[in-house]
């Protein structure tokens, strides 16, 4: 079975930083969709960006990046220019490109804390 | 107007009470799904649907009932409500087909059982 691991249970970043918050997964599989969702106070899950597995180019989307490392099986989010609005709880996910494969694995999630 | 609606957004019940959490979608989306999120353990998959007539059972389905009654209303129900099943409660649709389409998520729903 396939896992996701986020080894931050908390972040903070100073406004106009940058912070990278780390995601860790584990499958047998090659083909598979990664995602990182920010889930802010109103609990309300916000996708932020996402990659595919067959892509070796990593992500971007404004502000926020991914280092996608398939072989070490790594997916960090990078968001640079820190705003008080990116304060958030940050899940990595996982989804199975197989066919009929619907079940999005989440990490545990990392708080992220931005400060004035 | 939201694409995904959870109704009601908040629901404190006792226990043994059947309680139905309520989702709709404009989106035209195909695949629906039900999710538990509990402090700590992220979100997990409880039902997801194909359509209205293809319900299949997630990670978590135990004391859990689900109905499509149309492709754009997908019902969680609890049978018998009890304490543990205090979470928050999320609906999801995606469009079907091979790709990284996103799940687009409802607002939520709290429920707290006593």
């Known amino acids: 079975a396939q896992t996701v691991t986020q080894s931050q249970p908390e972040m903070s970043v100073q406004e106009a930083e940058t912070v990278t918050l780390s995601c860790t997964y584990d499958?047998?599989?090659?083909?598979?969709?990664l995602f990182w969702y920010k889930q802010p106070p109103s609990r309300q899950m916000i996708l932020v960006i996402r990659?595919?597995?067959?892509?070796?180019q990593n992500a971007t989307e404004n502000r926020f990046s991914v280092n996608f490392q398939k072989a070490a099986k790594s997916f960090s989010l990078k968001i640079s220019d820190s705003q008080l609005g990116d304060a958030a709880m940050y899940f990595c996910?996982?989804?199975?490109?197989?066919?009929?494969?619907?079940?999005?694995?989440f990490g545990k999630g990392t708080k992220l804390t931005v400060n004035p | 107007d939201a694409d995904v609606t959870q109704t009601p957004r908040n629901r404190i019940t006792k226990t043994g009470k059947r309680i139905m959490l309520e989702c709709s979608q404009t989106?035209?989306?195909?695949?629906m799904y039900w999710y538990r999120q509990d402090p700590g353990l992220g979100l997990r998959l409880i039902y997801y649907s194909f359509d209205v007539k293809d319900i299949n059972k997630g990670e978590i389905s135990d004391g859990y009932s689900v109905s499509r009654q149309a492709q754009a209303k997908f019902s969680l129900s609890l049978e018998s409500a009890i304490p543990n099943q205090t979470a928050l409660y999320f609906c999801?649709?995606?469009?079907?087909?091979?790709?990284?389409?996103?799940?687009?998520f409802g607002p939520g729903t709290r429920l707290t059982v006593l």
């Open positions: 996910a996982y989804r199975s490109a197989r066919a009929g494969s619907e079940k999005l694995v």
């Open positions: 989106k035209g989306h195909d695949r």
């Open positions: 499958t047998s599989e090659s083909d598979y969709y």
């Open positions: 999801a649709t995606r469009t079907s087909g091979r790709g990284n389409n996103e799940q687009f």
């Open positions: 990659q595919e597995a067959y892509k070796q």
